[in-house]
């Protein structure tokens, strides 16, 4: 009785502090304005489909690919062990489906256990990646700090899960030869000299810890890189169906253009935005904001970007780190941190002005997360609202009003090729 | 084949009652820049030799407002937009050719909602067809086996996803195509996207055009093609900063030089 209170204490303190976390990343993601991606859902559920639950884009790095996968279905599936958990917790039996199931009970527990094996490798093969091979862009400067903590913390909160569930099937084997489990009595001779009461209180504390464990992951997650586990769905349906190449046109300033050609024309007055471009998260669109909760900051774009190649200040992915990193200030500091901005003080105009507009970090991002889209954004607010362009883009610019080129040709001049 | 070109102005063709199959939008880098004038007049060339009926808008033709809009300036964007969808509509032009891949991603992708819908080739594409078509032809020639590499410009391959067409025609000329590593939806940028073009780079170890010769010249070409006016001007410099001499060739100028069109 005591322990299924203290079961029902815990799941409901676990869920009660998940439900604030979660309510806390929506008023985050609110900052943002409403988001225009509602259409064509048929696409989107497709898209969401392929590139979230069928991981589409992952194979091009293969074996990262084939490490990720091992822990995304070992997730999914030993999870499902956390319906068995649940119901013993709640009523105090033990195994509570083995009797029904009965041979095919064995089978699936066996299945879990191997999986859980997959995954304790996979992620001693990615903690290798990350410390031994030091592959670079685990290493690339955006990385210093808590961001490299949070990609070892998960990977050994994922071993330590994996490894209580089998030490708990080990203990239960070493205790009963009959016992409804397969790996657990491949790895019982390592427990065997224990007494039978020891091994019972491995096993419940095995219990325990897996569960407990599972509450305590459920609630680091909203507060880490890793609630792309959750968010890659929802991300990927809000992705950017429209031509790769297009950046959407401002309706205020189609209006402001309409009514100086045509002076009968009348423009939307209520068009016209507080500002031009982005200046800081609220700037931002609700899209843009998910993205940065997405990341997972597994750096393919910085790898890809040709600007963070050559040694520029410019990381695709310290961009949307950034953008994150801005709205959680925002939700924790509030007011004592109004008069921070995204611009300059996470984000450096020099990184913006190094970008090529590229598209290589959009087409390499896992989560089809969109950095381009915010860098363009905080560009428009540069020049539109501060007119703060490098020099040399400002007299480009002045051409191209002057005479309609880049350079200082005249127009009249266009077709002089002809006759030279 | 005559040695002057042969270029109607839409203006003067519609005064004479005819009008042109397709419009050949020059951009300003063919218009101007030394080295994309050459590729304007030898795709010109390749359209006079497959007797195209084609014009280009000469002195009403302004930029796309492509680097502007990658600058960050919307304003300026949608002034230059509107003033030639004015000028393109007001001629009904229907299908428009270029040579440059960011006048062609803007006329395709930031025109129509603005006004502007029009069927939008590169010319790369155009060529191809008119390949097929069998309305123009390709020689070996003097690139038989000679190994060229292609670079794909960003603005043509992963963000208009068009891979193929310009490899088809260089595979036509007999020659050895050869890829780096990064190529198609993978490749390197040259360095001059996003308005890069207009402006020095921002520090770092190396610039992106000396980074991306590197790996084009790790596959020992003779030629190294492309289908960008901004490509061909970065790739060219970086090459010359590398001390080799290794030609850079836009697809149409290769075609041209490889069946002794010139």
């Given at each position: ?6 079961f029902?204490?815990?799941l ?70 956390v319906l068995e958990i649940l119901v013993d917790g709640a ?5 509570f ?114 569960f ?209 | ?262």
């Amino acid at each position: 009785m005591a322990a299924q209170l203290a079961f029902f204490i815990l799941l409901t303190a676990g869920s009660v502090v998940f439900a604030w976390q979660v309510q806390r990343l929506r008023r985050g993601l609110a900052m943002g304005r409403p988001s225009e991606r509602n259409d064509q859902p048929l696409r989107r559920w497709k898209t969401m489909a392929r590139v979230a639950l069928g991981q589409g884009k992952m194979g091009s790095r293969p074996v990262a690919a084939l490490l990720h996968v091992v822990v995304y279905v070992g997730f999914v599936l030993i999870n499902i062990e956390v319906l068995e958990i649940l119901v013993d917790g709640a009523i105090g039996s033990h195994r509570f489906f083995a009797p029904y199931l009965g041979g095919a009970y064995v089978g699936i527990i066996g299945f879990f256990e191997l999986l859980g094996v997959a995954v304790i490798i996979a992620c001693l093969a990615f903690l290798f990646r990350r410390h031994v091979m030091r592959i670079p862009r685990f290493r690339h400067a955006d990385m210093k700090g808590w961001p490299s903590k949070d990609a070892d913390i998960i990977l050994y909160i994922e071993i330590m899960l994996m490894s209580a569930l089998l030490l708990m099937n080990t203990a239960e084997a070493a205790m009963d030869a009959e016992a409804p489990v397969v790996v657990g009595h491949w790895l019982a001779p390592l427990l065997s000299g224990m007494d039978e009461n020891s091994l019972h209180w491995i096993e419940r504390i095995a219990w325990w810890f897996h569960f407990a464990g599972i509450l305590a992951f459920l609630n680091y997650l909203p507060r880490s890189k890793h609630f792309h586990i959750i968010l890659a769905f929802p991300n990927t349906w809000y992705s950017k169906l429209s031509a790769r190449g297009r950046i959407p046109a401002m309706p205020s300033v189609t209006g402001e253009i309409k009514s100086m050609m045509d002076p009968s024309y009348v423009p939307d007055e209520t068009a016209v935005p507080d500002r031009f471009g982005a200046k800081d998260v609220s700037d931002l669109s609700f899209a843009n904001l998910l993205n940065a909760f997405t990341c997972t900051e597994c750096g393919r774009c910085t790898s890809a970007c040709p600007a963070s190649i050559t040694g520029k200040s410019l990381s695709p992915r310290q961009i949307m780190m950034a953008t994150r990193d801005r709205v959680e200030e925002s939700l924790d500091k509030g007011e004592s941190a109004k008069d921070n901005h995204l611009l300059d003080n996470f984000i450096s105009r020099e990184s913006l002005w190094a970008c090529t507009s590229c598209n290589a970090c959009v087409e390499v991002c896992p989560l089809n997360i969109d950095p381009l889209d915010i860098i363009l954004q905080m560009r428009q607010y540069l020049t539109m609202e501060e007119s703060a362009a490098p020099a040399p883009l400002n007299s480009m610019m002045s051409n191209i009003e002057n005479n309609g080129a880049p350079w200082a040709y005249p127009q009249a001049d266009r077709a002089a090729w002809i006759n030279e | 084949m005559t040695d002057t070109l042969h270029v109607p102005i839409l203006a003067d063709m519609l005064a004479e009652g005819k009008k042109p199959d397709v419009l050949f939008w020059v951009g300003c880098a063919g218009s101007f820049d030394d080295r994309a004038k050459k590729v304007t007049k030898a795709f010109v060339k390749l359209l006079n030799e497959a007797g195209i009926s084609f014009a280009i808008l000469g002195s009403e033709e302004g930029c796309t407002g492509d680097p502007a809009r990658r600058s960050g300036n919307e304003f300026l964007f949608q002034m230059q937009a509107m003033q030639n969808i004015e000028v393109l509509n007001g001629y009904d032009v229907q299908r428009i050719v270029t040579t440059c891949p960011h006048c062609f991603n803007t006329l395709k992708n930031e025109y129509p909602e603005l006004g502007g819908k029009y069927e939008v080739f590169h010319h790369s594409q155009f060529l191809r067809e008119l390949l097929k078509a069998g309305k123009l032809t390709i020689q070996g020639g003097a690139f038989k086996g000679k190994r060229i590499v292609f670079h794909d410009p960003c603005y043509l391959g992963r963000i208009n996803q068009t891979y193929e067409a310009p490899r088809d025609l260089l595979k036509a000329l007999d020659a050895e195509l050869h890829e780096m590593g990064r190529c198609k939806k993978n490749g390197l940028c040259c360095g001059a996207g996003g308005a890069q073009m207009f402006k020095e780079p921002e520090k770092g170890d190396k610039d992106i055009n000396v980074e991306r010769v590197e790996e084009a010249l790790a596959t020992k070409p003779d030629i190294i093609a492309t289908g960008c006016p901004f490509c061909k001007t970065m790739i060219s410099d970086g090459v010359s900063h590398s001390g080799k001499d290794v030609p850079v060739l836009d697809i149409a100028e290769a075609i041209v030089q490889a069946g002794d069109l010139s």
